[in-house]
């Protein structure tokens, strides 16, 4: 298992695009992804999980992955977070 | 009427149709307003289950083909985030642990389910996601109607009378094909798309009909009295009796047959075509008589359960309406937007007025260019015989684009070896006033006009023909609209074109007879039209229907033509 903390950098947050883009990618791998935020626990790959969190820009999430592809699938998430979810910021 | 037995219980529709019916109820709700929590045996779990993984899949299917047609971006990622949801695992195991460990039923495990999302959606207070609550109840509220209507659909069988809050046309086929033999619906007007299919099928159908699937249970026997706007459930045995008396009476008296005579008593001839969707119409075609399919709509294609949507699919469609018919086939594009989407794509203020017809097939060429191909692979078969007309058209740079994408598919084919019918005519659908009024312009650049009188009326008196509320507002013979009727005819005569009309207002008696008055010679309309107007059309010299066209623009209201009419008839 794999635990990693980021923060969301879009101005506009983790909205529609972002979040679909982040269930997308995690639906990729095997490994199971779960987000932590505010004592809040919900799946990564859940889009009705993800867009519960409701992360605005500045929020800080915890990323958990576990399972046999772990370390590319958390290479790939912090790669698509850090990127601004290859948004140019609105 | 009848003798009414007081132990009948008489549910008052609108009539949509003609023709008498008995047989067994079948319910279709298809809502989800209010789900009530109902217990389950723990053997019913693995049933339920079943049904929710059933619905998804059609869910599934439905927003995949949809979004392969969609190529803007705009909608395919409202269909996209759409996609996400209906797969979204936690929904899944959400559901199925409520049938599980609560043994609640399948429709209110997905409302509890989704509710839950809703409410935590609103309580993050955030504004991110607001639209999305809005699909995320759409999304409900479908696969409730989906699960909570799986078993009833598959219950329809010979004999059936579908009781619906409201159906789509795709779905009356399909009923019609496993053997229902009525519609009664709660919703819609007499003109509602599914009512103008079923009367085009010649089944029974009544609208409006107020609390039809309260009132009646399912496997209920009921009697559907078309004509007088009525149904009756529980009928005594009096009642019954004289409605299959009724029954057999019309079927001894029925099928008069035609003389084939088309023409006016002095020679002015004519020709009936028929306006059809779905191959289940053939029959109905050559049984009447009608001299070639004047409209052929398409958009059944891409909507509903049985897809037909790639291009070897349309391919097979088209080929068989033309081998089950003679004479030209006329094939609209695909007219969808306004109210025929299937899905919504995206929400606009005023869809009539917004991205439909061709105004949505110039944005999505691939929907388009694949239509245009399926076309053209057809008619290397029977040249001469197809024709291709463009739904609204309102301006004229919309002709100059659709000629210039026909150019293109005909050389690529062309190229490609493929044998095409290289001069299969334009047309254009005569339905938004600017045309009419320019009627002349727009004439010189194609081969020839169509009015789609349903859509002019709706464009000239602002009227909304699907709004129960406002639907007598709907006058399709409303001198105004016949105006523009008139100015289309002289535009057409000037540049030299053919015109026809395929609305409604051909297939009504004031309407034909008005038109061929204005030097209309060939009318589209359902099938079992045609007869009727045939008769009509046979039974005077053109001269009186001319005097009749004239005295129509000089009157004020369509009332006062009805009048005028009725007189006219009956007179002379």
Known sequence: ?????????????????????????????????????????????????????????????????????????????????????????E | MEAVNTNDIHIKGLSAGTGIAIGEAVLIISDSKAVDPSFIKKKEVKKHKAQFSEAKETLLSELKLMSKELKDSGSAEIIDTQLQIIEDPDVQKNVFDIIE??????????????????????????????????????????????????????????GSIIIAREISPTELVSFYEDGAVGLVMEKGGVTSHAAIISKSLGLPCIVSANNATREVEKGDQVILDSAAGILISHPAKTTLKSYQERIEARAKGAVEKHDGVFATTDGCEFKLLANIEFEAELPKVVENDAKGVGLLRTESLLFGHRLRKSEEEQVAFYGKILSGTTGPVTIRLFD?????????????ANPFLGWRGIRLLLDEKELLRNQLRAIYKVSGEYQGRIKILVPMISVLDEVHKIKKEMEKIRQELISDGVEIDEKIPLGLMVEVPSVALSAYQFGREVDFFSIGTNDLTQYTMAVDRGNERICDLFQHYHPSVLKLIK??????????????????????????????????????????????????????????????????????????????????????
């Open chain 1, 1 to 89: 298992m794999i635990k990693k903390k980021i923060t969301i950098e879009n101005s506009s947050g983790l909205h529609a695009r972002p979040s679909a883009a982040l269930v997308k990618l995690a639906g990729k791998f095997e490994s199971d992804f779960y987000i932590y935020s505010y004592g809040y626990r919900v799946n990564g790959k859940s889009i009705l999980g993800v867009m519960t969190l409701a992360a605005e820009q500045g929020a800080e999430l915890e990323l958990e992955v576990e399972g046999p592809d772990e370390e590319k699938a958390m290479e790939a998430i912090c790669e698509l977070v850090s990127s601004k979810f290859g948004m140019e910021d």
């Open chain 2, 101 to 158: 460990n609560k043994l609640l039923s399948v429709d209110f495990a997905l409302y509890q389910t989704f509710s839950l999302f809703i409410e935590r959606l609103k309580e993050s207070g955030s504004e991110l996601f607001r639209q999305r609550i809005v699909d995320l109840e759409e999304i409900r509220d479908r696969y409730i109607a989906l699960v909570s209507d799986q078993e009833n659909i598959k219950s329809v069988k010979k």
């Open chain 2, 336 to 348: 969808i937007g306004g109210d025929k989407s299937g899905i919504k794509v995206s929400k606009e």
């Open chain 2, 487 to 572: 100015l289309t005819v002289e535009g057409a005569d000037k540049a030299g074109i053919e015109v026809s009309v395929c609305g409604e207002l051909a297939g009504n008696k004031i309407g034909a007879a008005c038109l061929l008055g204005f030097g209309i010679r060939e009318f589209s309309m359902l099938p079992y039209s045609i007869p009727v107007i045939q008769e009509l059309l046979n039974s005077r010299p053109l001269k009186d229907f001319q005097e009749l066209a004239k005295k129509a623009l000089e009157l004020s209201t369509a009332k006062e033509l009805e009048e005028y009419f009725k007189m006219w008839e009956s007179g002379n």
